[in-house]
């Protein structure tokens, strides 16, 4: 079935950029989504990418799909302690019912 | 790696009926679960956290006398929506944590009310 994969730790500096990486499965995939969840909160949406897009930036965000490796990464630029949180990667195909996420990045940023 | 389950996956029902929602976790206990809402290509929304053995914590908005949810297991976590309407048609997910705090999303079930 499908399925979302990505590294469960990253730790940065503060001022550096983060690269958070995540691979899927689904070669139907249409939406790619960038969540983000801050401790005792839900979800909350980032950016989401469609998949005949390569590259969307709002901000200090940036998000990078390779359609072809099925390669999906979200940078962030200037991390700030406040970036601090799990990251989480989904997808979801035409008509953007179903959506599959992957077990999220926990963001470690040191001051 | 840890799954977390939902059933039914897909479910139709006549307004003004109740419809219950399972989320299991299959090979973990989970001390927490979480009930989310989704409406196409939007956000998920944070309905409510249940705690096992406890009354769950809903969101501020969410009618907990609508959408009841009970924890009864370290495994099991049920959503029930009561007196279903159209505007309640959505996909609901649930997902589940585990004692290292990684948080395990279930398939999702999609809700059509008629």
């Known amino acids: 079935g499908e399925d979302v994969e990505q590294s469960l730790f990253l730790s940065v500096r503060e001022g550096d950029s983060s690269v958070i990486n995540c691979t899927y499965t689904d070669s139907s995939s249409t939406y790619l989504y960038w969540y983000k969840q801050e401790p005792g909160a839900g979800l909350q949406l980032l950016t989401y990418?469609?998949?005949?897009?390569d590259m969307k930036q709002d901000q200090r965000l940036t998000v990078l799909l390779n359609k072809k490796d099925k390669h999906l990464s979200l940078r962030i630029a200037d991390t700030q302690t406040g970036d601090s949180a799990i990251y989480f990667c989904a997808e979801s195909n035409t008509g953007g019912f179903k959506t599959i996420f992957g077990a999220g990045t926990r963001l470690f940023v040191k001051a | 790696g840890a799954v977390v389950s939902q059933h039914p996956s897909w479910v139709i029902c006549k307004s003004g009926t109740s419809v219950k929602i399972e989320c299991r976790s299959l090979d973990f206990q989970a001390t927490t679960m979480f009930w989310y809402r989704q409406f196409p290509k939007q956000s998920l929304m944070l309905m409510a956290t249940s705690n096992e053995g406890s009354k769950a914590t809903y969101e501020q908005g969410v009618e907990k006398d609508k959408f009841l949810i009970n924890h009864a297991s370290l495994t099991l976590s049920t959503l029930t929506v009561t007196s279903a309407h159209p505007e309640d048609s959505s996909f609901y997910i649930c997902s589940a944590r585990d004692k290292a705090d990684t948080q395990y999303f279930g398939p999702g079930t999609r809700l059509t009310v008629l």
């Open positions: 990418i469609f998949s005949n897009m």
